[in-house]
């Protein structure tokens, strides 16, 4: 049986983090000690490593529960889980395009800046230019 510290060293999540997810019901409420100290065992530890991996792959919080569930239930479709996959992969080559658009943008503007003074520079008259920003739900992260 591990302590909520150990878990978190063993999978690199915050303990904030695991209790949050106890919260929302990703992981389980775990046992307890006649302390009252949590305790986790090998379920646990697979199931946090699963969630901090899908986690790192960029899925929401949302899609991981889904999947969570078809793994919690082998004799579901696996179209299902790769349906979630898709729709990741979707935004992750949204957001890849929108990355290089940023890339190619500033790119141009260092390329163009002559190094005179700030009154003639660029980079600074490019970021004036409101016509070209990006709107809200295409900021990079969004």
Not at 35 to 61: K, T
Not at 67 to 78: A, R, T, V
């Amino acid at each position: 049986m591990l302590t909520i510290g150990t878990l978190a060293k063993k999978t690199g999540t915050k303990v904030q983090t695991i209790r949050y997810y106890e919260q929302i019901g990703l992981m389980p409420e775990p046992g307890r000690t006649e302390g009252g100290q949590r305790r986790y065992g090998d379920a646990e530890l697979d199931r946090l490593s699963f969630v901090r991996h899908a986690r790192q792959l960029g899925f929401s919080l949302d899609a991981i529960r889904e999947l969570l569930d078809l793994s919690d239930h082998p004799g579901k479709s696996c179209a299902e889980a790769d349906a979630i996959a898709r729709r990741q992969l979707k935004q992750v080559e949204r957001r890849l395009a929108r990355l290089e658009a940023l890339r190619t943008e500033l790119k141009r503007m260092v390329h163009e800046c002559s190094g005179g003074q700030t009154s003639d520079c660029r980079v600074l008259e490019v970021l004036r230019d409101h016509s070209e920003c990006l709107t809200d739900h295409e900021e990079i992260g969004a």
